[in-house]
């Protein structure tokens, strides 16, 4: 009888407390903060309001500036779509990511052995998760093909949209070499929904994950294809452009619709009454296209020189915004150096998630909270395209000075210009980055190098290549 008594209890004891971590726990999940993280893609420097465009129209995006903090001096990963997405989703440089360019449509990924996102690489979602978020990827992935490296293998318990890096909006095809190819899924499921304007199918799908909840928070990625070309803003945007010049019209009215729906995003979820527990973090991938499918341009990078493709200002300063009521200021401005992989570490404290200690990302928190504070970061690396290292276009930036080499330019309509191999600039003093001081300044310059050389080695070191 004793023994009995004893065992039951502590069985008692046992139950007791395994129903207060249950209780406990479940109450810390539902005070968790839900996480949108919103990318336009290709949206240039400052084609936004709040950044300096006169002639856009973009309240909704603004909106997210006078209710968060606004950043000024805010860089892409890279200037091209899968590098940038690798750094934000992992809260790492692209080449410690293990992604050097674009990740190659499937046709083409089996002969050159390149598959997207490494697998062992811990992605946003997979940070999250632990924490008990519910994980979703609308949009855009264009970060691997392979079963094991889409959304669903990544840490997205949810996926709706396209598999590659831009698609028509009403065909949700992509147009690219043949042969052309469908391209919208649920999950791993092939879906149809022809003739619908793939942003308010969007839409539709970030309500239905907020819907999802079932008292767990929720994460969205919610990754734009706009407004990267095929530019499809609606004919409500059109005539409203319509005494624009082309392709500033095109451009600026797939800009406006993509704005009108983040707003209704925005709207709902203050009809849900869940706006001031939400946190919602907005970027451009990286800077405007002057591709011929963009109409040779468009876009607009206003006192920064290059686009799409350069390590020039205006292929890597983009718009960045985060809004969260209560924690983070409201209507404020930073203009200290600051990453895209900071959303990783800077999400992590936000949710009381754990993150790894190798990553390159640093926590926005201490500028955002204190403005006086110095950039969280002293120097900063940028390396692309899948060239050795001889060739790979790159840059390093520390304080005001910044060295690019392989310097890379777009100017529209397939011309192109002979640029010196290395190029170094003092921004406090020439923004648009006129006049190389490499030959004037080669203490400097050998400074930068230096430093340069050192992080690929260790790099490379690291990935074994």
């Known amino acids: 009888m004793i023994v009995f008594k004893k065992s039951k209890g502590i069985a008692l004891t046992m139950l007791f407390l395994i129903l207060f971590q249950a209780v406990f726990s479940q109450t810390f999940v539902k005070d968790l903060p839900n996480v949108i993280v919103i990318m336009t893609d290709d949206q240039g420097s400052i084609d936004l309001n709040s950044y300096g465009a006169t002639d856009l129209f973009t309240p909704n995006m603004d909106r997210l500036a006078k209710e968060g903090v606004r950043f000024t001096q805010f860089y892409a990963g890279a200037p091209v779509c899968s590098p940038s997405r690798a750094a934000l989703m992992?809260?790492?440089?692209?080449?410690?990511?293990?992604?050097?360019?674009?990740?190659?449509?499937?046709?083409?990924?089996?002969?050159?052995?390149?598959?997207?996102?490494?697998?062992?690489?811990?992605?946003?979602?997979?940070?999250?998760?632990?924490?008990?978020?519910?994980?979703?990827?609308?949009?855009?992935?264009?970060?691997?093909?392979?079963?094991?490296?889409?959304?669903?293998?990544?840490?997205?318990?949810?996926?709706?949209?396209?598999?590659?890096g831009c698609i028509d909006n009403y065909s949700h095809t992509f147009y690219w070499a043949g042969p052309n190819k469908h391209d919208l899924y649920r999950n791993s499921e092939e879906v149809y929904y022809d003739g619908q304007h793939f942003s308010d199918l969007m839409v539709e799908e970030v309500k239905q994950v907020i819907n999802h909840r079932q008292d767990k928070p929720f994460f969205i990625y919610w990754a734009f294809n706009a407004p990267h070309y095929p530019y499809q803003g609606t004919t409500k945007w059109l005539d409203h452009y319509k005494d624009l010049p082309t392709p500033r019209k095109e451009y600026a009215a797939f800009v406006s619709n993509t704005d009108e729906k983040i707003g209704q995003v925005l709207d709902y979820l203050d009809e849900m009454g869940i706006a001031d527990?939400?946190?919602?973090?907005?970027?451009?991938?990286?800077?405007?296209?002057?591709?011929?499918?963009?109409?040779?341009?468009?876009?607009n990078a206003g006192p920064y020189r290059g686009s799409k493709f350069s390590l020039f200002e205006g292929g890597i300063r983009v718009p960045a915004i985060i809004r969260y009521p209560g924690v983070i200021p409201a209507n404020e401005v930073r203009d200290q150096l600051s990453m895209e992989m900071d959303w990783f570490p800077t999400l992590a404290e936000l949710t009381n998630s754990k993150v790894a200690a190798d990553l390159d990302g640093k926590s926005l928190m201490p500028i955002i909270l204190d403005n006086k504070k110095e950039s969280v970061h002293e120097v900063v690396h940028w390396q692309l395209d899948k060239y050795d290292d001889k060739m790979a276009q790159w840059a390093i930036r520390k304080g005001p000075w910044k060295l690019i080499g392989n310097v890379r330019e777009p100017i529209g309509k397939g011309e192109k210009i002979d640029l010196d191999k290395l190029y170094l600039v003092n921004l406090d003093n020439d923004i648009g980055e006129k006049n190389n001081l490499a030959k004037s300044d080669p203490e400097k310059l050998n400074e930068l190098l230096q430093l340069h050389t050192s992080w690929i080695k260790s790099v490379r070191s690291e990935m074994k290549q």
């Open 90 to 164: 992992t809260g790492k440089t692209n080449l410690r990511a293990g992604l050097e360019g674009n990740v190659p449509i499937p046709e083409h990924a089996e002969r050159s052995g390149e598959y997207g996102l490494p697998t062992e690489q811990i992605t946003m979602a997979e940070m999250l998760k632990p924490s008990g978020y519910y994980t979703a990827l609308i949009g855009k992935w264009h970060l691997g093909h392979r079963e094991q490296n889409l959304p669903n293998g990544q840490g997205f318990d949810y996926f709706f949209g396209h598999q590659r």
């Open 277 to 299: 527990n939400t946190i919602v973090v907005f970027q451009s991938d990286h800077g405007h296209s002057l591709e011929e499918r963009a109409f040779w341009g468009g876009g």
